[in-house]
């Protein structure tokens, strides 16, 4: 009696190695249609420096220009139910950085330059570490210095990075554990995006370091929300030994964070206009001011770096958000 399996046609060994023959070669194809000029001419808009740039490191380009892609989905994810819904950054040469709102000094315009500047850190990040990238790989740094500052029982060293307890829980210190896997290359991530994202833009004019500003503080959302991830060793699960490594948040994390600094932008005043001092935000110390506020003032001013910022009232969403916000 036939069976079903043994009226189907053997595929000959021949045939399979033709099938598996013509993908490699249809891969390769594709691979090499992607050359440095075809790279950096498929994304426009790119200043001499980017350019530059492009040409040198055309697989991270690609890497970044999906980075900004997915900034562009997750701000739609934000404000899917806002007025302003990000479909302006949704351009027809798939740079978000063309649209005619980052010409401005909104609200708007804030968040999606932090929330670009993290895309492109985040997926770059990401890349280094699952080998899709020639410049870069792990994260070299085994995080030994992190791992001084994140585990250590006393009360000196301890890690800047204040997560809330509710977070995944880090290895305790008296726990077997070792860095291993692949860490995510955040320190890679984060200069290219500072190299990528910053070179368009001069430091003289106020609208200039207002979007370096904010660019960094698109990147300080990756960076300061690195997480540590672990798998257990052991029988039946005893979890004895732990092997750990540092890994970026998932990027709806980075956009909740973006959103909620974007609730609170701080306007900037203009009245430093090119004079190179460092921007003067309209909620800093007044005359009069207590020991206390003052105080607490200095330490907003240490964390001015992590908060978006603009210089003008946003026409879109002054109905939602009236009162100049602070820190």
Avoid at 272 to 295: E, H, V, Y
């Amino acid at each position: 009696m036939k069976t079903f399996l043994s009226t189907l046609p053997a595929i000959r060994p021949k045939q399979g190695t033709m099938v598996v023959g013509m993908l490699l070669l249809k891969k390769r194809s594709l691979l090499s249609v992607l050359t440095r000029s075809t790279v950096c001419k498929t994304f426009p808009g790119l200043s001499k420096e980017q350019l530059e740039l492009c040409h040198r490191y055309p697989d991270v380009t690609m890497t970044a220009v999906e980075g900004l892609q997915m900034a562009v989905d997750e701000c739609q994810y934000q404000f899917q139910w806002h007025r302003w819904n990000c479909s302006s950054l949704s351009t027809k040469n798939k740079n978000p950085h063309s649209s005619v709102l980052l010409q401005k000094g909104y609200r708007e315009s804030a968040f999606a330059y932090a929330i670009s500047s993290a895309g492109v850190a985040h997926s770059v990040a990401r890349a280094c570490s699952m080998g899709r990238l020639t410049a870069c790989g792990c994260d070299p740094s085994g995080f030994r210095a992190t791992a001084r500052r994140n585990f250590n029982p006393g009360g000196r060293g301890r890690s800047r990075n204040k997560q809330p307890p509710s977070q995944k829980k880090q290895p305790r210190a008296s726990s077997r554990w070792k860095w291993g896997g692949c860490s995510h290359n955040v320190d890679f991530g984060v200069d290219f995006s500072e190299k990528f994202l910053d070179a368009k833009e001069k430091a003289g004019d106020i609208q200039s370091r207002i979007n370096l500003h904010n660019n960094q503080a698109g990147r300080l959302a990756v960076s300061t929300n690195m997480q540590v991830r672990c798998k257990c060793h052991g029988m039946s699960g005893s979890c004895e030994l732990k092997t750990c490594w540092k890994a970026a948040p998932n990027f709806r994390v980075v956009g909740q964070a973006l959103k909620e600094k974007f609730r609170s932008a701080v306007l900037v005043d203009q009245s430093n206009l090119g004079n190179g001092s460092p921007l003067l935000l309209l909620d800093g110390p007044r005359k009069g001011a207590t020991n206390w506020q003052r105080s607490r003032n200095n330490h907003r001013t240490n964390n001015r770096r992590r908060y978006v910022v603009r210089i003008q009232g946003s026409p879109i969403t002054r109905s939602l958000y009236t009162r100049t916000s602070s820190y």
